[in-house]
């Protein structure tokens, strides 16, 4: 599959944007989906991650109850809605998939195919 990720872009603190990450090439339901962000001097960490079916999420604590990741298979689409951003919410992120776990997983490693990255930049 290969993945493109949009929606990124210049938001003052406090307001919102969704992110959306389209496949090509296979159908998503057989890849468990993650995001993940790269701040400038920082390493790329978790963000959340998506079941197959949509059914199991996963979120790092620092975006519980502020983001949200959903999936329309029928779209061959993951998204990531984030509300509240503040400044430190800046960052590249990049949407990945994962063919073989069982489970969603925080670790990059499991996520063989990448999209190229959509900026997020949040204004104070």
């Known amino acids: 599959v290969q993945l493109q990720a949009s929606g990124g872009g210049l938001v003052q603190a406090g307001g919102s944007l969704r992110l959306s990450c389209v496949g090509s090439g296979d159908a998503m339901t057989n890849y468990i989906m993650g995001w993940f962000r790269q701040a400038p001097g920082k390493d790329r960490e978790f963000i959340a991650t998506i079941s197959r079916g949509g059914g199991s999420k996963n979120y790092v604590d620092f975006v519980k109850g502020r983001f949200t990741i959903s999936r329309d298979n029928a779209k061959n689409t993951v998204y990531l809605q984030m509300n509240t951003l503040e400044p430190e919410d800046t960052a590249v992120y990049y949407c990945?998939?994962?063919?073989?776990?069982?489970?969603?997983?925080?670790?990059?490693?499991?996520?063989?195919?990448w999209g190229r990255g959509t900026q997020v930049t949040v204004s104070s």
């Open positions: 990945a998939a994962d063919r073989f776990s069982r489970t969603g997983s925080v670790t990059q490693e499991k996520y063989r195919t």
